[in-house]
């Protein structure tokens, strides 16, 4: 499977994620609120340009079936995994008139121009694969967290129960499901042009986690 082979080749990195303070502190419920609001509307801001990846699946998509899929897909993102966001921004006082007044952080902004400007140069093999590192690794950040720490932490746990949920990873298992359709009999040149993509992805959700524990602009 490419997906596994996309995996090796960036599980040094993802293994990273688990030690990150962010991550643990997160698991351990002792996460410093200001971070974790720094946070949250960061990856909000972070959240409306991963949709328009989604989006771009339905222009980019030659058959219906495909077209729904995607647009299911940024509904998904949309109007379930921003559920989560708008619980903590109820928690911790945000509004939506604050969110509209921050900008995204010079390494939220690379990012997401990053993935979408790979879409945009690419076709569905590109989306799928700049879309994996982001949904993958929060599927797995969630599953490790629940294992360690549970789900009952009386601040962080809803935030851990999304991610290791059921639903969410149907969306993950979708997401590689897509990767496979797509890059089933590809070439040895074109599967280290996508891996380039998925590491480069994941170095990004590194810096993310670094950034929202420093708070850095």
Known sequence: MFSKELYLSAKEIWDSYYEH????EIGENSLEKERFKFYIIQDYLYLLEYAKLFALGVIKSKNESDMKKFAKLTDGILNSEMGIHRVYMKKLGITEEDISKI???LDNVSYTS?????SHCGDIKEIAVAALSCMWSYKMIGDKL???YG??????GDWIKTYSSSTYEELTNWNIELVEKYCA????EE????????????IYEYKFWDMSYKGSH
Do not use: R
């Open 103 to 105: 900008k995204p952080t």
């Open 146 to 148: 629940k294992k360690l």
């Open 114 to 118: 990053y993935m979408l400007s790979v």
């Open 185 to 188: 009999n590809i070439s040895e």
């Open 21 to 24: 303070p962010f991550v643990k």
């Open 191 to 202: 599967k280290e042009h996508l891996k380039t993509i998925f590491i480069n992805c994941s």
């Open 151 to 156: 789900t009952e932490q009386d601040f962080y």
